[in-house]
């Protein structure tokens, strides 16, 4: 560990060291900074026995999350798509599983005392210097550093929460063991690798030659009236708070924009920075006045015109910059230990400092560059708030006016009465089945999931859709029926069409298949063919095969062909494929005895975590667990 790294320990070790230790927990618990609140912070989002999962706690999670996913897949991951791969709940039913966990610690009895959570902060590198404890002062700062800030009591007690779940975790699952013979298999399961040749004929390509008589449907219809049958459809009316254009309507109050920037003002500002050399001579074990006489010699030799990055690297003592000729690069305030900090930034470019005593040793540091802090004013990024501030303020207006709606209707005229008097427009639907898109509606699950148990005379609640709140009603239902030939003919004849094309996909694979077996060529038989070939590369198992995806059965087919074999005709969701394996790679002896041990505890985690997870699945069936969707809607729509 360099002296750099040390000074800068409380700064870039707790963001690794805090994620790692307490991220599950202190993301949940501690307050967010308010940025882009659409609800109030302690709105109930979900409720686990008497636990409470506030709208503020939620907000912080999900942030950070779009943020980190972000930053791995760039712009294309956008907060749009997120939603879309529902993405909030997947976050919501996580926080709800790490409450659920502490729960289910607490009735187990299991207990975490003050002398665990102090050995455990004291095992943080963190808060570690020469291997002991930095002391309460240098701790409390390092909390104080994070973004938001931490206490010592918000801190502690997640370390304490993550602690009682490894208990309960350990207590369930420390019985697992795995054998060598386990171990093996499912390593060689997992890294062999097979490269295929592949020849796809897919379905899509003989569509255009099938053909399809009003025989064939009428028989095919009589054989299975059954599966043509339409499900219940229903009607509704319905009242709508279109969210869009109630932010479209929306003004932002310049106030409001102005408080944003005021409370904001750090994202806006770049914080001054400046690069540094410097020379290290530590003071361990030596005299200081020793020290201080060789710093000063130092000193003379920089004055006399020697070069200060050929004296660091005779002279400092800081492992990690003497090579670099003590360069520290840029750096802003809070980076380094105070004492360092201050003088340099006191300094002008091109000077050098008198010794500087910290906790480190000696420095002598030389300020190279300055970089002054910069500040978007108001005006540069008014155009960024107001959008945000307009769909805030739209989001609580749209919540303002879905209670008070809410108190107000109550039957099935009241939709009526209601749109009148709040200048909205009540819609009659079409029908439409449970999976359909609602005419005048669109596209609308939550919606149709609720009409669709509502009983004559009965109004909704406000139900969430992608356009805003909905009220409704239903005014007519069909029951389910088959249809007739005539109504259920496009869909018979589209089903003989793709039966036919999947039909002469396998015929045609079966007409070329004996060729390909016999061939020494398989890629060059395939194109004297007609056939197209495309090539994996060296894939594992449940790897995604090109122009097939992933497919159990091709897979399992691909790892019992010996090399240079080619399969029979093998039919898939969309065709018919061939495979010929050119190549495998086999895990070696070499192979498992260099990672047989990391492995076995890999495989060990992932068998504790699946059992763990099942068993808290259990667990939670006794638990009292509460969503509040309308919630979480108005958070992330």
Partial sequence: MTMLDKMRQHKGWLKWSLALVVLAFVVLYIPAMDQGQ???????????????????????????????????????????????????????QQMIND??????????????????????IFAIPAFQEN???????????VLRAQ????????????????LMVEKLQRTVTNWMSITDQEVEQTYRHRNEKVNLQVVTLAASRFRDTVTVTNDDIASHYQTNKEAFRIGERRKIKFLLLDAEKI?????????????????????????EQIRASHILLSTEGKAIDTVQAQAEEII????????????????????????????????????????????????EPGTVSDPVVTPYGIHIIKLTEKTPGTSRSLDEVRDEIVPQLKFQLAQQETARQTTVLSEQINTPADLDNVAKEFGLTVVESGLFTLTEPIPGLGLAPQVAQAVFQLVDGEVSSNIDSPRGPVFATVTGIEEPYIPTLEDAEDRVRETLVEEHSMEMSLERATSISGKLRTARNFSATAQTLG?????????????????????????????????????????????TVIIHVTAREEVTEDDLLTVKDAFREELLNEQRNTFFSAYMDQAKEDMTIRIHSDVLQRIVQ
């Avoid at 659920?100 to 102090?118: K, N, R, T």
């Avoid at 291997?131 to 700062?141: S, T």
């Avoid at 973004?147 to 993550?162: A, D, H, I, S, V």
């Avoid at 994996?536 to 240079?564: M, Q």
């Fill in 247 to 271: 932010r479209t309507d929306t003004t932002v109050p310049a106030t409001d924009v102005q408080r944003f920037y005021s409370d904001n003002i750090q994202q806006y500002t770049t914080e």
């Fill in 99 to 120: 409450r659920a966990s502490l729960v289910e610690a607490e009735s187990q009895g299991i207990e975490v005392s003050d002398e665990e959570v102090a050995a455990q």
């Fill in 38 to 92: 659409t609800t109030g912070p302690n709105e109930i989002v979900a409720e686990i026995q008497a636990y409470e999962i506030t709208s503020q706690q939620f907000q912080q999670r999900y942030q950070m999350q779009i943020a980190a996913m972000q930053n791995t897949y760039g712009d294309t991951m956008n907060e749009q798509l997120l939603r879309q791969l529902g993405i909030d709940r997947q976050i919501l």
């Fill in 147 to 162: 973004r938001p800030p931490l206490t010592k009591t918000q801190f502690e007690q997640g370390l304490r929460e993550t």
């Fill in 531 to 575: 056939e197209e070939t495309t090539e994996t590369g060296l894939i594992a198992r449940d790897a995604n095969i090109p122009s097939i995806g992933v497919n159990p059965e091709v897979e399992k087919i691909a790892f019992e062909l010996p090399v240079n074999s080619t399969s029979d005709p093998i039919r898939t969701d969309t065709g």
């Fill in 131 to 141: 291997g002991q404890f930095v002391g309460e002062q240098r701790y409390e700062q």
């Fill in 300 to 347: 003379s030799l920089v004055n006399d015109g020697e070069d200060f990055a050929d004296l660091a690297r005779t002279y400092s003592e800081d492992s990690g910059t003497k090579d670099q000729g003590g360069d520290l690069n840029f750096f802003g305030r809070g980076r380094m230990v105070p004492e360092f900090e201050n003088v340099a930034f006191s300094m």
